[in-house]
């Protein structure tokens, strides 16, 4: 398999001879064509080594993440690096997360066809648009009113319409469209919100990273068993930028401009 930084020279090629960015294509002329068939190669080599090797396996994951185009989701002039097995930085400080840690938390989490999932973090949008590829429905809320207008406009671009926005603090839920088959955090938290294990479905599971940034995170996974049950297991060790709201407490935890 050629290695990524040879696809990633070919990639950078290409974009500057068709100098659009590549959502923005509409017609293909030879030299765009081949810069979305470069792209998708990275893609699948993408999941082949950074996905399936490190032990993904869920068939409808692996779709996913094979046919959301990332480059659509990185800043301006980062489309080159949009494949790399790293986050990278988009605005207001924040991040879209590696690759990786985006399928895993979509097994992790169970989705499957037909469910309704939350997602706490839009980002970029792109983990939403995974999601939206297996679910019948995905609410994604981001306390940052930019980075949801831009992650609307790279769904209606790519025409993913089952995909609901709002701006706020999601460490509250998204109390009206609750119960959830499946709530995915995508920020660190000390706590678990209360609000996010009431609003899961009886059944439903909730995947989130506990802890202090500085000490360490874990990937922990809340299935709720019944009204008042839930298990709970930790996944791995990870680190995510903070989860800034209020914490189950009442508290509101300071903002960390860190990535
Ligand atoms: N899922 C994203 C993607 O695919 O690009 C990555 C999200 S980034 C790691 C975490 C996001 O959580 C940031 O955009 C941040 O602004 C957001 N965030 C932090 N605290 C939040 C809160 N209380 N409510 C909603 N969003 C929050």
């Not at 990524?4 to 017609?27: K, M, N, W, Y």
């Not at 999941?47 to 068939?59: F, K, L, M, S």
């Not at 648009?129 to 207008?149: D, N």
């Not at 995170?217 to 930028?241: H, P």
Request: overall charge negative.
């Amino acid at each position: 398999m050629e290695s990524q930084s040879i696809v990633r020279s070919r990639v950078r090629s290409l974009l500057r001879v068709c100098s659009v960015r590549p959502a923005a294509v509409v017609t293909l002329g030879p030299p765009q064509a081949a810069l979305m068939s470069e792209l998708e190669r990275a893609r699948n080599q993408m999941v082949d080594v950074q996905i399936v090797e490190r032990g993904v396996r869920d068939p409808q994951v692996l779709a996913a993440m094979r046919t959301v185009p990332r480059e659509v989701f990185v800043e301006p002039g980062l489309e080159e690096f949009a494949y790399d097995d790293e986050p990278l930085p988009i605005d207001e400080g924040q991040t879209i997360s590696q690759p990786y840690i985006v399928a895993r938390m979509i097994e992790a989490a169970e989705l499957k066809s037909g469910e309704r999932a939350l997602e706490v973090g839009t980002g970029s949008g792109y983990g939403a648009a995974v999601m939206s590829r297996i679910a019948h429905e995905v609410y994604t809320i981001e306390r940052y009113p930019t980075l949801s207008a831009q992650a609307q406009q790279r769904f209606d671009k790519l025409g993913y319409s089952n995909i609901r926005l709002r701006v706020g603090d999601g460490s509250h839920g998204w109390p009206e469209a609750a119960p959830f088959d499946a709530i995915l955090v995508t920020a660190g938290t000390p706590e678990i919100p209360a609000a996010l294990e009431e609003q899961l479905a009886i059944g439903g599971r909730l995947v989130i990273p506990v802890g202090d940034r500085l000490v360490g995170q874990t990937l922990r996974k809340i299935r709720r068993s019944g009204a008042t049950t839930y298990e709970d297991d930790s996944l791995e060790a990870v680190r995510f930028v903070p989860l800034v709201g209020e914490d189950p407490s009442g508290r509101s935890s300071a903002p960390d401009s860190t990535l």
